[in-house]
Nanobody
Framework: QVQLVESGGGLVQAGGSLNLSCTAS??????????MGWYRQAPGSQRELVAV???????NYVDSVKGRFTISRDTAKNAVYLQMNSLTPEDTAVYYC??????????????WGQGTQVTVSS
């Protein structure tokens, strides 16, 4: 069983920074590749992708965070990080860590963290 544990959320003023961390624990066999990333969900809104990084190093960001957020990954530690700079009130949301594992024999599994609250005050 894989568990994702997030940390680093909190309250910050607009223009400030936060760094989110997520570590995956547990063992998974037969993985050909994976992606780890961050999603967020604001009240009344759907969950949206913020940033994702594949095991091959490909990175994608949602347009609204490009130039402000940086995702990084430590595969040896099964960890993913999100450095968030120049935060605005529009970044306020619950941020969820996500891990997707792809298997040699086909198929994939989606794992989610419990979420960490990020609140940006104006």
């Amino acid at each position: 069983q894989v568990q994702l544990v997030e940390s680093g959320g909190g309250l910050v003023q607009a223009g400030g920074s936060l760094n989110l961390s997520c570590t995956a624990s547990g063992s998974i066999g037969g993985i050909s590749s994976s992606s780890m990333g961050w999603y967020r969900q604001a009240p009344g809104s759907q969950r949206e992708l913020v940033a994702v990084m594949t095991s091959g190093g490909t990175i994608n960001y949602v347009d609204s965070v490009k130039g402000r957020f940086t995702i990084s990954r430590d595969t040896a530690k099964n960890a993913v990080y999100l450095q968030m700079n120049s935060l605005t009130p529009e970044d306020t949301a619950v941020y969820y860590c996500n891990l997707v594992t792809y298997y040699y024999l086909g198929g994939r599994t989606n794992y989610w963290g419990q979420g960490t609250q990020v609140t940006v005050s104006s």
